[in-house]
């Protein structure tokens, strides 16, 4: 599975920010996806991920509320709707792919995200 994130930029706090994930590879239509992030000097973080169909997602608790992930498989594109966005939010975001509820097994490049305040 290939992935490609894409979507990051400024945004000031409060203000929602959507990414984009583009999959490939021929597994990639039965497989779960979903979104990590890292903090300068942090460890990497899990944000929320969705099953192959896109029926079931989960999101930590630091997230939960604000952001919303989806799919469509049609275009093998998974998007991270990020609302009310906050400084703490600030990290590089990666896409990630691989077995539901949490999809670590392959993952892409990362986007950076930086939120003003």
């Known amino acids: 599975v290939q992935l490609q994130a894409s979507g990051g930029g400024l945004v000031q706090a409060g203000g929602s920010l959507r990414l984009s994930c583009a999959a490939s590879g021929r597994t990639v239509s039965s497989s779960a996806l979903g979104w990590f992030r890292q903090a300068p000097g942090q460890e990497r973080e899990f944000v929320g991920a969705?099953?192959?169909?896109?029926?079931?997602?989960h999101y930590s608790q630091s997230v939960e509320g604000r952001f919303t992930i989806s799919r469509d498989n049609a275009k093998n594109t998974m998007y991270l709707q990020m609302n009310n966005l906050k400084p703490e939010d600030a990290a590089i975001y990666y896409c990630?792919?691989?077995?539901?509820?949490?999809?670590?097994?392959?993952w892409g490049q990362g986007t950076q995200v930086t939120v003003s305040s």
């Open positions: 969705c099953s192959w169909g896109g029926g079931r997602t």
């Open positions: 990630v792919a691989g077995s539901y509820p949490i999809p670590k097994k392959y």
